[in-house]
């Protein structure tokens, strides 16, 4: 069975940086567009940053476009979101997702993590 398994949370003051990843199993991860996800407490959950199947196309929320970058390594099926210059309201639980059709094409991914908590001080 499909297993997404995200790390690198933690707790960083404002300005600073963390790397979270997801590390995938049970699916043929290349095959696979990949996304990151976060919900804020009282808050709907959002889309951050996703990626195609190689690597080579990706798009991003306007909140998260030139302080995130999203990128994978197929040969170690693990999805990465570098995350810099961290603001208070980048709390939140973030999720990695997965599904099989195209990048832009995808309304609600079929596989996710169980989500790896950042919170950002002020």
């Known amino acids: 069975q499909v297993q997404l398994v995200e790390s690198g949370g933690g707790l960083v003051q404002a300005g600073g940086s963390l790397r979270l990843s997801c590390a995938a199993s049970g699916l043929t991860f290349n095959t696979y567009t990949m996304a990151w996800f976060r919900q804020a407490p009282g808050k709907e959950r959002e889309f951050v940053a996703a990626i195609s199947r190689s690597g080579a196309s990706t798009t991003y929320a306007g909140s998260a476009k030139g302080r995130f970058t999203i990128s994978r390594d197929n040969a170690k099926n693990t999805v990465y979101l570098q995350m810099n210059s961290l603001k208070p309201e980048d709390t939140a639980v973030y999720y990695c997702?997965?599904?099989?059709?195209?990048?832009?094409?995808?309304?609600?991914?079929?596989?996710w993590g169980q989500g790896t908590q950042v919170t950002v001080s002020s």
């Open positions: 997702a997965a599904d099989r059709r195209l990048l832009g094409t995808i309304r609600q991914y079929d596989y």
